[in-house]
């Protein structure tokens, strides 16, 4: 499977901006994807995710702003990011994980990553 991000830019503090993750391969859409993001000298930490069943989740930091969606039939997921600020600068990755039962925020259930797309915030 590989996954491939795409999206990222500059943009100024309360713009916007929309990722997209396109899987290829044995892209089987069953198993939950996921949006995880890296900023300089810190960890990678969980976005969002979404089961097959439309189901979300999404870290306090982001919720009411980000919205994960994905499309089946494309084995393709989006993020689209709202009301974005200087702290949401990072390299921003795509995920499949090993199970499709439950969003996990912990990037070690996750066995697929894309290469990452950078945003950047400019306040």
């Known amino acids: 499977v590989q996954l491939q991000a795409s999206g990222g830019g500059l943009v100024q503090a309360g713009g916007y901006l929309r990722l997209s993750c396109a899987a290829s391969g044995r892209a089987d859409s069953s198993y939950t994807m996921a949006w995880f993001r890296q900023a300089p000298g810190k960890e990678r930490e969980f976005v969002a995710g979404i089961r097959l069943n439309g189901a979300t989740s999404y870290a306090d930091s982001v919720r009411g702003r980000f919205t994960i969606s994905r499309d089946n039939a494309k084995s393709a997921v989006y993020l689209q990011m709202n009301s974005l600020n200087p702290e949401d600068t990072a390299l921003y990755y795509c995920?499949?994980?090993?199970?499709?039962?439950?969003?996990?925020?912990?990037?070690?259930?996750?066995?697929?990553w894309g290469r990452g797309t950078l945003v950047t915030v400019s306040s």
């Open positions: 995920a499949r994980s090993y199970s499709g039962a439950i969003i996990s925020g912990s990037p070690q259930r996750y066995s697929f």
